[in-house]
Nanobody, 124 residues
Framework: QVQLVESGGGLVQAGGSLRLSCAAS????????MGWFRQAPGKEREFVAA????????YYADSVKGRFTISRDNAKNTVYLQMNCLKPEDTAVYYC?????????????????WGQGTQVTVSS
């Protein structure tokens, strides 16, 4: 069983930056692909970014490409999401998720474990 705990959310002005972290425990972190998803009020949870188990491949939603960067440190069992040039439409609860080494990493059904989420609010 893998436990995931997100941190780093908060309130930021448009154009600002935040760095989210997701610390994993209870499993072999380096054997999991990791993803970030977000859910705004009244909307479905949507894919933001994903990274393969080896960090050799990264994937991004079109809406965040060029602004967000996903990375991981397997020695620290942590995955990060650096968010720059934030926009009000980025406001959401952000969740990290762990999934199998190989899978459709843009799809939430791929992931086996989820964190509780961290709120990101971007003011205009």
């Amino acid at each position: 069983q893998v436990q995931l705990v997100e941190s780093g959310g908060g309130l930021v002005q448009a154009g600002g930056s935040l760095r989210l972290s997701c610390a994993a425990s209870g499993g072999t972190f380096s054997s999991y692909a990791m993803g970030w998803f977000r859910q705004a009020p009244g909307k479905e949870r949507e894919f933001v970014a994903a990274i393969s188990w080896s960090a050799g491949s990264t994937y991004y939603a079109d809406s965040v490409k060029g602004r967000f960067t996903i990375s991981r440190d397997n020695a620290k069992n942590t995955v990060y999401l650096q968010m720059n040039c934030l926009k009000p439409e980025d406001t959401a609860v952000y969740y990290c998720a762990a999934g199998p080494m190989y899978g459709a990493l843009r799809h939430r059904g791929t992931y086996d474990y989820w964190g509780q989420g961290t709120q990101v609010t971007v003011s205009s």
